[in-house]
Every structure is written in structure tokens, then in C-alpha cells.
């Protein structure tokens, strides 16, 4: 999908919604955005012509596994060892960190903040230093402004959510609420005695079915949450998407 028509400027293809607010607002004019998702589109931009290819990676794009282009950047594999120290992960967690979260890595926003880094890097051959140091300022400014807006809310911070998939653990970390998934080998009425959650949330669109259990046998109401799996036709705004989780989940679900 085609994110902009200046043709003379370098070509910057990416894969996730964070990503393309990321790189617009670190590449503003100078660069042209595409967005690529297989997934959702049957014809995607000529990769081998694009400057720069920025990928979340960690398992995230299947697609571009055995894809060995020197245009093409796996930010999240990228970060993984800083984001680690950052975190105080130990060592098995930092092994199992992108498998467990099937490379939805970004929802922490330290984690973006330093994939953010990371691809500014990238973009240096094609941003002046100052524009861009300017620009990754802001971003980095728009995210500590989220995340001290989402960790403001009090009843949040008290209240245990189900995470119907892992990724969704990074919820705790980066914005302090109390979200957990049970393990590999725990049933979920085994889990429930230990972490009575009124609030399950899903990636996206819950099952019906699980939804229905959920409910029935636990009285706990499910709550689909946007990830932004994929990019966009025209602006990506990943704060705007993130506060509209938040109201969703505040106004409908924590009264």
C-alpha cells in the first residue's frame, strides 16, 4: 500500500503500525513510506528497490524469514539485548522472549522507544542529523507522555487481567497493569484460583467460543485489544491508537 507519492524521495517500507508512525515521524518529507502486509494485500512494494526495509523481525513477518537483503532491518532483533539489560530479564526469558510473544514485541513502549533509536539510525543517510535528532526528540517525548497517561489511572493498576496471548504481558511492564497468561502447562481453572481476574484481553477480536467460556464459567468479560498488527493508508498515529484502547477499556469495561 502506498503511503506517499513523492517518487523522487528514498523508498521506506514497513510492516507494523508502530513501525510507520515510528519512521514518519523520524523521516517526515524526506522520505516516501510504504507499508507492507501479505497478509492483507495481494500486491506489495518492489522491496528490491526500496532503501531502507524496516521490520519489526522477532518472528514477526514469516515472510521475510531466509530473506537476506542489506536494505532489510529486523529492529526488534536489534534492541533485544539492551531491551533485555533494560528489564532485568534473566537469561531464559531474554531465549524465550520473542517466541512467547510470536514477535509482537512493541507493545512495551520502552521497547519502541528503542526500536525508535535504532531505526533513526538507519535513516541517517537520508535526514539531515539535526532534522532527525529533532524528530526522534518528539517521538520519544510522544511516548513518555503515553505511557505516563495510561500508567495514571489507579484502578488499572489494581485490577488483574487475563492476557489471552503472551505479548500482551508487556502490558505490566511498561504501563503498570497487572496483566498475566498462564503457562504452557497450567489450566485455566488452575490459573483462576491463583489470579481471579474479572478482565481477559485478547489480540484483536476474541473467539466466540472462548469468549463464551470465559464468561460462563468465570464471569469475566473479555476485551479485544488493537495491537496494530499491520500498517495503514495514510497517517499512522500509535499514541491515538493505544489511548483508544485505553478509553474502550476504561469507559466500557472499569466503570
Do not use: C
Not at 156 to 162: A, I, Q
Not at 187 to 193: A, D, G, K
Not at 212 to 234: C, I, K, N, S, W
Amino acid at each position: 500500500m502506498l503511503l506517499s507519492l513523492r517518487a523522487e524521495q528514498p523508498v521506506v517500507v514497513v510492516t507494523t503500525f508502530p513501525l510507520q508512525w515510528v519512521v514518519q515521524g523520524l523521516g517526515g518529507e524526506d522520505i516516501q513510506i510504504e507499508g507492507y502486509a501479505p497478509e492483507r494485500a495481494e500486491k506489495g512494494p518492489d522491496l528490491d528497490a526500496a532503501a531502507l526495509i524496516v521490520l519489526n523481525g522477532a518472528g514477526h513477518e514469516p515472510w521475510a524469514q531466509g530473506v537476506e537483503l542489506p536494505t532489510l532491518f529486523r529492529s526488534s532483533e536489534a534492541v533485544l539485548e539492551v531491551y533485555s539489560e533494560a528489564r532485568n530479564f534473566d537469561e531464559r526469558t531474554r531465549a524465550l522472549f520473542h517466541r512467547r510473544s510470536e514477535g509482537i514485541t512493541w507493545l512495551d513502549p520502552l521497547h519502541l522507544r528503542l526500536q525508535a533509536r535504532a531505526v533513526a539510525e538507519r535513516l541517517a543517510p537520508f535526514v539531515s542529523p539535526e532534522a532527525l535528532a529533532s524528530r526522534l526528540q518528539q517521538v520519544e517525548a510522544d511516548l513518555d507522555t503515553l505511557e505516563a497517561e495510561l500508567r495514571a489511572h489507579p484502578r488499572l493498576r489494581r485490577e488483574g487481567f487475563l492476557a489471552l496471548h503472551p505479548a500482551l504481558e508487556a502490558l505490566t511492564p511498561g504501563y503498570g497493569w497487572i496483566v498475566r497468561s498462564p503457562d504452557a502447562d497450567e489450566s485455566l481453572e488452575t490459573f483462576y484460583e491463583t489470579f481471579p481476574a474479572r478482565l481477559a484481553l485478547s489480540l484483536g477480536p476474541p473467539e466466540p467460543a472462548r469468549a463464551r467460556e470465559l464468561q460462563e464459567q468465570f464471569r469475566m468479560h473479555t476485551f479485544p485489544f488493537d495491537p496494530g498488527l499491520y500498517p495503514v493508508d495514510g497517517p499512522a498515529d500509535w499514541p491515538a491508537l493505544m489511548r483508544r484502547n485505553f478509553r474502550t477499556l476504561t469507559s466500557g469495561f472499569l466503570p
